[in-house]
């Protein structure tokens, strides 16, 4: 790859890093226009807030891209006759050259305007004895590494540069070419200092802290990539239980303190009731994927970058448009592989005592209604149009929309997310069980005490998507009631009272040989239950994480460790025979399996 022909556009960005639209705008300040020089230094708060709020308008430009190029390459969306041609061809892995997505510059225009912001603030400015900057270098820091996350993941090899590209020379410097493993050589050292410092938050300006990627989870994002799995859960599980953002109200008034920076799920969940012989879904302390929390109050949201909803005041999002239509125009469906993986989970709903209200104890399993969850974020048209409409399913998650006379008046996607809770949960589970392989192996059938560690790491893993209160409190807790229903493990969220569950969502080796092999009678190892967990993770991800932009990476991330672990036989099929079912598990497109199996083809060019 040439340098030039990469970042040379980047030297335009750093001139507009402060300017700004209307006030309306959420990266708006009462300046109407701040040009950045080369040679200034951000020597005061009010430059480092104004900086800081350009690169959030340039990181903009890219979130789209998030979702599309994580979703349309996977296994959870398909195409149809309306598709437009740069969507189809991605989703089919080809890659033309005017393809809109697949323009690297503003990836690269982000990168360059936290280089300059970074290299000119001053981060020894102090104000009553504290630096008034360094939460604002953390952000940035923060920003950038997760942009050069998203090029590695989508990109596969990219050049790397701290230093602002000023000048032209700048520009046709050679700058290494790192994969995702050097990356995280070079990211990872300058992430660790600051994972402590607290993020920045203008609530005035309508920019509270979760605008902006907590380092923890970017660092413990760069592990997983790397491969380095036991500071991976390391870092996952320090955010999840000593972030001190996590200070809500889990135990009665006057306790609150005893669980200060634990994050619970917030009894977020989908609840389905049965009167008579129908049966209803109803939501329980659910704040939604586009919900965002106000002042102290829980959010299951943990970086959320707000979206104009006028193109006069800066960068829309077409994702809720490529998803609804009233017309039957809408470019992308959900898959077919995905109805079927929905269709086919277990809801279980607690016995209770009909005169004292307390749980039984023993449940009662539906096999009919499958996971809850789907049906918050698909409706269907004949729902907002009559008058003959055909009825077809609309995806709601990244939608909002007012509807008039039966009909939508107004449809705009607000936000995108890129972190919350639950994904949390499960990129831990994910490092813990692939820790749990990891050392199994080592162990070699004689050290027993770290066969014992492995299979405990595999248990706490599957824990966490089913019930993860023993997780967090292992010794159990005399608030346990009060505790139970915030540290939901996250399948819960979708599937009921599965912590009850002694025959679907268990450990057996049944259950095991069942999944793997659709055989009761298949005898199973540890290796077996590691591969077993995986599946369950994986699929999860695909119920709670649907659509949300991570599908394809977690696709690609799972294949490759699980072939070097041994646990596929065939390199890229994980994720090759996953794509390739789009239309269903019955109607696996050979042509296309094959295709991916070449995983020069899992890497889109450089344009």
């Known amino acids: 790859m040439k340098s030039k022909s990469i970042i040379g556009a980047a030297l335009a960005a750093i001139f507009t890093l402060g300017v700004t639209t209307s006030c309306e705008d959420m ?64 989703a089919e892995f080809n890659f033309e050259e005017d393809n809109e997505y697949l323009n690297i510059k503003d990836y690269y225009a982000v990168i360059n305007n936290c280089n300059y912001v970074l290299a000119k603030m001053d981060t020894t400015l102090a104000h009553n004895n504290e630096r008034v900057m360094t939460d604002e270098y953390a952000a940035l820091l923060g920003i950038r590494a997760w942009t050069y996350l998203q090029l590695g993941i989508n990109y596969g090899k990219v050049r790397y540069f701290t230093n602002p590209i000023t000048t032209v020379a700048d520009s046709e410097k050679e700058y290494p070419e790192l994969d995702m493993k050097g990356l995280a050589a070079e990211i990872i050292p300058q992430l660790v200092p600051y994972i402590d410092y607290e993020l920045p938050a203008w609530d005035g300006d309508g920019i509270p802290q979760t605008t902006f990627p907590p380092l923890q989870l970017v660092l413990g994002d760069y592990y997983l990539w790397s491969g380095d799995y036991a500071n991976a859960w390391a870092t996952y599980w320090d955010y999840m239980t000593t972030h001190p953002d996590f200070n809500y109200q889990y135990g009665p008034e006057g306790q609150e303190e005893t669980f200060k920076g634990y994050m619970g799920l917030n009894g977020s969940q989908y609840y389905s009731i049965e009167i008579g012989n129908t049966f209803y879904t109803k939501r329980y302390f659910w704040d939604s994927y586009l919900e965002r929390g106000v002042g102290t109050e829980p959010t299951e949201n943990l970086t959320q970058i707000y979206m104009d909803e006028s193109s006069a005041n800066g960068v829309v999002s077409e994702i809720a448009n490529l998803f609804i239509s009233l017309d039957n125009t809408h470019q992308l469906n959900t898959s077919t592989y995905w109805d079927e993986l929905n269709a086919k989970q277990v809801f279980i709903r607690a016995t209770v005592d009909n005169k004292t209200g307390e749980e039984t104890g023993s449940y009662t399993p539906n096999t009919l209604v499958g996971d809850q969850r789907k049906k918050f974020y698909t409706e269907y048209s004949n729902s907002y149009a009559t008058n003959g409409v055909e009825e077809f399913p609309l995806y709601i998650k990244h939608s909002v929309f007012n509807v008039s006379n039966n009909e939508i008046s107004r449809l705009y996607t607000s936000a995108i997310t890129i972190y919350r809770r639950a994904i949390v949960y499960l990129r831990a589970a994910e490092a813990l069980n692939a820790l749990a392989k990891e050392q199994w192996d080592l162990a070699n059938g004689t050290d027993t005490l770290l066969m014992a560690e492995a299979r405990g790491n595999a248990t706490k893993a599957f824990y966490l998507m089913k019930d993860a209160y023993p997780v967090f409190f292992p010794e159990g807790h005399v608030l346990e009631k009060e505790l139970r229903q915030s540290f939901l493990g996250v399948h819960a969220r979708g599937c009921g009272d599965i912590r009850l569950d002694t025959m679907y969502y268990v450990l057996k080796k049944e259950a095991v040989a069942l999944k793997l092999y659709n055989n009761k009678e298949q005898a199973v190892n540890f290796t077996d239950t590691i591969n077993y967990i995986d599946e369950l993770i994986i699929d999860e991800l695909a119920l709670e994480a649907s659509l949300e932009g991570n599908r394809f990476g977690d696709l690609m991330r799972f294949s490759d460790r699980r072939y070097k672990q041994g646990l596929d036989e065939v390199d890229g099929d994980f994720l090759a025979k996953r794509v390739a079912s789009r239309k269903g598990s019955e109607q696996m497109d050979e042509e296309l399996y094959n295709k991916l199996l070449d995983k020069s083809l899992w890497y889109l060019p450089i344009k």
């Open 27 to 90: 990266f708006d300040i009462d300046s109407s226009r701040v040009i950045i020089e080369k040679d200034h230094t951000l020597s005061n708060s009010a430059d480092s807030v104004y900086s800081t709020l350009g690169v959030l308008q340039s990181m903009r430009k890219i979130l789209d891209r998030y979702i599309i190029l994580g979703e349309v390459r996977g296994d959870l969306v398909d195409i149809n006759n309306h598709t437009k041609t740069s969507l189809r061809n991605l």
